[in-house]
Every structure is written in C-alpha cells, then in structure tokens.
C-alpha cells in the first residue's frame, strides 16, 4: 500500500462509526475503452432515496497509484452518499488532456447509469488528492473546456461536478517552481519532473499546455465551489498553488474555501491528522444533498 493510500485510511479509520448502515461495492466498473485504468469501484449506501456522488481520484503524481478503498471519501458512504473511486490514465499512457478526458467520461459515465445504480445524477461532487486534486480542480472549473472523445457513448451527457475538495492540487502549472518553497523536492521545469511527464513538456517549453491543464485558467462565474486543503509546509506541491487559486476564486465571485494544515507536508501524519473532515463534510452536504 502506498503511503499516502496508508495514511487516508487512517484518516478513514479515524472517521468510521461502531454501527454503519448495509454498504454495497461493485468492483472494476469499465467506463471507458482503455482496459486496466478506465475503471471504477462504486461504493453504494442501503438503499432508499437517490444517492448523492462523491468521486474520489487518487494521487501518483499522474504516473502511479490506484482506486485504492476510495480514500478518505470511503467513510461518507456511511452519511448516504455513494463513492466512485476513479482510475485514470498515466502520463505513461498518454499526456494530458488524456487523465481529464477519463475523469470526465467516468462522470457521463455515472450520469448515464445513475437509475441503475440507485445514483442521483444532479448531485455529484469531486473529491481529489496531490495529482487527483489537480483533476478536480479541473472538472470544478472546466467542464466545457475538453470536449468529449467521439468514441464516448455518453458524449452528449454533462461532466459538470456540483462541489470540488482538491488537497494539496496543483492549480497553476506555470508558477509552479516559483513558488516552491525553500528546500523543494519537487521541479515542475525539471526535463524528467512529473510535470514535464504529464504535460510531454516542461511548463516553461510548452506554456500553452501548461495554461491549459492549469485550472485557474479556466475560472469563470460558472465554476463550482471549491474546498482546497493544503499543508503549509508542502515541499511536492507548493501551498501557494491553493492560496493564490483561493483568491482568484473569490475574485471571479465563486465560493471557496481554503484550509491551510499547520506544519502539514504533503500527505505526511500531520497533514493527514490536519485534515478538516466534519468541515469536508459540511461543505459536501451543503451543495450535494437534496434541498428540504
């Protein structure tokens, strides 16, 4: 198990009641052509009245990683909502846009086979971590932004997301290495960095695609509200990308939320213990749930 995937299911843990209601899990759910990584588990509540959707996506640095248990979004099973935890595409795959094609076929995906799964299509929110929390930044501020492959079934139906929380995401690919902090393990202009992978390019040699796979870009009135968690002492991702993304939020008049863990890292026991999970989930059965 990866440490990171270790640590969100301590966090998981830490979340999980004595008595949870009947879950149901269906696994390695293909919802797109690309065998192995176009897959989800889907995390189901007892049954009653149409779920609400958290999507989870999972770290890697776009290279590696895996659906994991859904990660910390495991445990709002148990608060009726149904969980879809996400693979995608490596930048070994393919470069970008591929990994925002996946995230959004998954959520048309979702959308087309909601009445079967008991799902509510309306409400589905993005949950996401380091590399996953780029994606759902993604989707909260660009659903129009990558039209759909003509291959997918499901072209003509919505990718847009309700509510975004991306943890430790990076935001703004172009002013990554400028706002690292001292001491960064992490060089997005590096020819070999993760980045560079992603993007088949440094930021700096491909500026275009950079601003592309870059979600401030694309921020308009029509984003959805975002909750960004981010450590303050993160050396992978700099916490600049989620302060500075914070404001222009909140300068195009979208809601959002920034909360910075105190001597968090990135996906380190402080960070993990940091997270703001009650508030996560005021924040998810704000915009998610049906409205009484």
């Known amino acids: 198990m990866r440490r990171a995937d270790f640590l969100f299911a301590l966090a998981l843990a830490?979340?999980?009641?004595?008595?949870?209601?009947?879950?149901?899990?269906?696994r390695d759910l293909a919802y797109g052509p690309h065998p192995e990584r176009n897959l989800l588990d889907l995390y189901l509540p007892a049954p009653g009245s149409p779920a609400?959707?958290?999507?989870?996506?999972?770290?890697?640095?776009?290279?590696?990683?895996?659906?994991?248990?859904?990660?910390?979004?495991?445990?709002?099973?148990?608060?009726?909502?149904?969980?879809?935890?996400?693979?995608?595409?490596?930048?070994?795959?393919?470069?970008f846009p591929a990994q925002i094609?996946?995230?959004?076929?998954?959520?048309?995906?979702?959308?087309?086979h909601a009445k079967q799964h008991g799902l509510d299509p309306a409400r589905i929110g993005v949950?996401?971590?380091?590399?996953?929390?780029?994606?759902?930044?993604?989707?909260?501020?660009?659903?129009?932004?990558?039209?759909?492959p003509p291959d997918d079934p499901h072209r003509a139906v919505s990718p847009a997301v309700a509510a975004a929380c991306a943890q430790a995401a990076p935001t703004d690919l172009a002013a990554w290495d400028r706002q690292a902090l001292p001491e960064a393990n992490v060089i997005a202009n590096a020819p070999d960095s993760m980045v560079a992978r992603l993007l088949g390019a440094t930021p700096a040699a491909a500026p275009a695609a950079a601003a592309r796979a870059s979600a401030v870009t694309h921020l308009s009135r029509a984003t959805a509200p975002v909750f960004l968690v981010h450590g303050d002492r993160d050396r992978a991702v700099p916490p600049a990308q989620s302060v500075a993304f914070h404001a222009e939020l909140r300068a195009a008049g979208v809601e959002s939320v920034l909360h910075l863990v105190p001597g968090g890292g990135h996906a380190d026991e402080t960070f993990t213990?940091?997270?703001p999970l009650e508030a996560i989930a005021a924040f998810f059965d704000r915009h998610l749930r049906p409205a009484k």
């Not at 830490?14 to 269906?26: G, H």
């Not at 009726?80 to 595409?89: D, K, L, S």
């Not at 959004?104 to 959308?111: E, H, S």
């Not at 949950?127 to 129009?144: D, K, M, Q, V």
């Open 14 to 26: 830490a979340t999980a009641s004595a008595a949870e209601p009947a879950e149901r899990t269906l």
């Open 101 to 112: 094609e996946d995230c959004q076929r998954a959520i048309r995906w979702l959308r087309a």
């Open 52 to 95: 609400p959707i958290i999507v989870w996506l999972h770290s890697g640095g776009w290279y590696s990683g895996g659906r994991g248990n859904g990660g910390p979004a495991r445990a709002w099973v148990r608060r009726g909502y149904a969980v879809a935890a996400v693979a995608y595409r490596f930048s070994s795959d393919a470069v």
């Open 273 to 275: 213990r940091g997270l």
């Open 127 to 148: 949950w996401g971590y380091s590399a996953g929390g780029h994606l759902a930044a993604l989707l909260a501020t660009a659903p129009e932004a990558f039209p759909a």
